[in-house]
């Protein structure tokens, strides 16, 4: 059915509401949902000498964290201007809030990142694409 002056499909609506997002991809953000054989890693390490779970990902755009890592290692949250949108596993997660200058140990360097903050991430830390570019 064509649509009157002045009106859009629902799927122009969608793009209009998330023109100012900045899309952000994640495939795996629990342990238990990485299928065998997927081109990941995880391991525990220390940080801030707690011990964090950390997901590498190879396959997200960006590196994320749990609002419960950062009551736990005592980390600040700041608000963005521009929220991200981050399309998961079954879901697309819009999230404004990061932390920055998080020291990260992996061996013997220590790493100062930024994090996105995702509300339904149940891995610690997730490493993507971001921070392996910077090493």
Same mark, same amino acid.
């Given at each position: 059915?064509?649509l009157?002056?002045g ?10 509401k ?12 629990? $342990?238990?949902g990485?299928? &065998?054989?997927?081109?990941?890693m995880?391991g525990?390490? /220390?940080?801030?000498d #707690?011990? %964090? !779970? ?18 736990? $290692?005592?980390?600040?949250? &700041? ?8 399309? /998961?596993?079954?879901? #697309?997660? %819009? !999230?404004?809030l ?5 020291p ?18 149940k ?13």
């Open positions: 059915m064509p009157k002056q009106q859009q499909s629902s799927q122009q609506n969608q793009k209009g998330f023109a100012h997002f900045k899309p952000e991809q994640v495939h795996y953000t629990t $342990l238990e990485i299928p &065998e054989g997927a081109p990941v995880a525990t390490f /220390s940080v801030n #707690q011990s %964090i !779970t950390i997901l590498f990902h190879s396959g997200a755009s960006h590196t994320f964290i749990t609002k419960e890592c950062i009551l736990k $290692l005592g980390l600040e949250m &700041e608000c963005l201007k521009s929220p991200y949108s981050i399309h /998961s596993p079954g879901c #697309q997660i %819009i !999230t404004n990061m932390t920055r200058q998080v990260l140990q992996l061996q013997e360097k220590i790493n100062h990142t930024y994090f996105i903050i995702l509300p339904t991430q891995v610690d830390i997730i490493l993507g694409m971001n921070w392996m570019k910077d090493q």
